[in-house]
Each structure stands twice: as C-alpha cells, then as structure tokens.
T-cell receptor
C-alpha cells in the first residue's frame, strides 16, 4: 500500500526553526511535494523535491532521501502567519497522494 | 488568471437532495482533480481528468457520486442522493502537466448535509 506519515502537531515560537518530517511507504513515485493550508483555506504549493537533497525557497527548505523513504520541511525564522497545516505528498501516475498533515502552531 | 474557480462556496442541503459542485480550472491546464477533505480522512483524491477524460475514479466513494468534464473549462461533481456523511470540504485542483507540476487548488466548497 501507500502511506505517508507526519506528526499530527508541532508547536514553536516566533523566530525559531521547526522541522516537519514525512515518512512514506510507497515506491515508483516522481517526487515529494509540500503544501501549506491555513484554516478555512485551500492547500497551496510550497516546494517540490524531484531528486534527493535539499531544495531552498526563502525561509522554507525541503529535503528528500529516497533510500531512507524520508523527507522533511524546514521552516526558519518562524512567523505567526506560518501557523497552518502542512502536507507532504508523493506524485504517482499523474496524481498526488497526500500525507495526514501536520498542524503547526507558532506562538509569540 | 483568476485561478481555479469553484461554486458554490458553501452549500447546506437536506439528506436525500441532489448536490452539484462546479469547477473551472485554470485556462490551459490539462489535468483536473476533485478532492474531499474531512478531519477523519484527511485529503482524499476522488477522481481526476486528463484532457477532459476521466483517468482514475477509484477514489469515488460509491455510485451516489459522479463527475463530468464536458469541456476544458468546466467540471461538475454530483452527489445524488446526498447523505450526512458526505459533509466535507470539496476541492477542485488543476495542473498543467502531471504530478511533477504544481497543483493549484480552488477555494473549495463546504458542503453540509443535514
């Protein structure tokens, strides 16, 4: 089967760094994506890892290790507006399979 | 571009009624996806289309659900008859190519079946 596991909730304070992990049990996928969803909003694309290694986009970085079936999203210099749910997703056969989501709460 | 457009944004209906959700993908996007999101089950893919053709409907819960895409700029998801367990947020998303490309989500339709 295919499954992606994430921690259900993570808390941190403004200015801190937080890492959201994603472990998966699937094969033959194209890459690992991350999406952000604020309460009441729609998922929005954050980053994509086609290859192993680190991808950096501003304050956000994403990492993939296919050999370890593992990836993570790293958020630096946390801001209150980063409070949201974060989903990892693997691409397979033209579709995305989403993880369970991690709710990040940033405190002042 | 206005992004993916969904209507209605909110729908409240009674059990047994027919519900039709609508989606307009981003112009030029070849793929359209319908998702359902609930607290219990997370974000589930229901069905997706490529060039207006349904490719994978394995996520459609049961025969009460149907989806169509009569042209490149319009898709519908219909539930008939609706049941309280269908209450969820339904998202439509589109993308230019396959999964390696970014999926752009619409604002969603919050459906409540009483």
């Amino acid at each position: 089967g295919q499954s992606l596991e994430q921690p259900s909730e993570v808390t941190a304070v403004e200015g801190a760094i937080v890492q959201i992990n994603c472990t998966y049990q699937t094969s033959g996928f194209y890459g690992l994506s991350w999406y952000q969803q604020h309460d009441g909003g729609a998922p929005t694309f954050l980053s994509y890892n086609a290859l192993d290694g680190l991808e950096e986009t501003g304050r956000f970085s994403s990492f993939l290790s296919r050999s370890d079936s593992y990836g993570y999203l790293l958020l630096q210099e946390l801001q209150m507006k980063d409070s949201a749910s974060y989903f990892c997703a693997v691409g397979r056969a033209d579709k995305l399979i989403f993880g369970t989501g991690t709710r990040l709460q940033v405190f002042p | 571009d206005a992004g993916v457009i969904q209507s209605p944004r909110h729908e409240v209906t009674e059990m047994g009624q027919e519900v039709t959700l609508r989606c307009k993908p981003i112009s030029g996007h070849d793929y359209l996806f319908w998702y359902r999101q609930t607290m219990m089950r997370g974000l589930e893919l229901l069905i997706y289309f490529n060039n207006n053709v349904p490719i994978d409907d394995s996520g459609m819960p049961e025969d009460r659900f149907s989806a169509k895409m009569p042209n490149a700029s319009f898709s519908t998801l219909k539930i008939q008859p609706s049941e309280p367990r269908d209450s969820a947020v339904y998202f439509c998303a589109s993308t230019l190519r396959g999964t390696a490309d970014t999926q752009y989500f619409g604002p969603g339709t919050r459906l409540t079946v009483l």
